[in-house]
Nanobody
Framework: QVQLVESGGGLVQPGGSLRLSCVASGFTFRFYTMGWYRQAPGKERELVATITAAGSSTTYADSVKGRFSISRDNAKNTVYLQMNSMKPDDTAVYYC?????????WGQGTQVTVSS
């Protein structure tokens, strides 16, 4: 079955960096667009970034443009989110997602906390 496992979250000071990873299994990873989403306490889940199957095109939420970078390694079935110049507003649980036919599949999430 489809499985997405995120890692790399933690506590970071404002201005710091983290890199999240999401390892995928159960589907042909290299054929699908992947996305990173986040959900802060009391807020709705929001899109952070997406990357197409070959990695040739990316999109970003306005709030992270210029600070976050999404990438993928199709040989490792892994999608990454490099987060730089982090702000307290980036505090959230971060999830990766893939849409297969009519179904969305999510990982369990990884907590990111930005605080001094």
């Amino acid at each position: 079955q489809v499985q997405l496992v995120e890692s790399g979250g933690g506590l970071v000071q404002p201005g710091g960096s983290l890199r999240l990873s999401c390892v995928a299994s159960g589907f042909t990873f290299r054929f699908y667009t992947m996305g990173w989403y986040r959900q802060a306490p009391g807020k709705e889940r929001e899109l952070v970034a997406t990357i197409t199957a070959a990695g040739s095109s990316t999109t970003y939420a306005d709030s992270v443009k210029g600070r976050f970078s999404i990438s993928r390694d199709n040989a490792k079935n892994t999608v990454y989110l490099q987060m730089n110049s982090m702000k307290p507003d980036d505090t959230a649980v971060y999830y990766c997602k893939v849409s297969l036919l009519s179904d969305d599949h999510w990982g369990q999430g990884t907590q990111v906390t930005v605080s001094s």
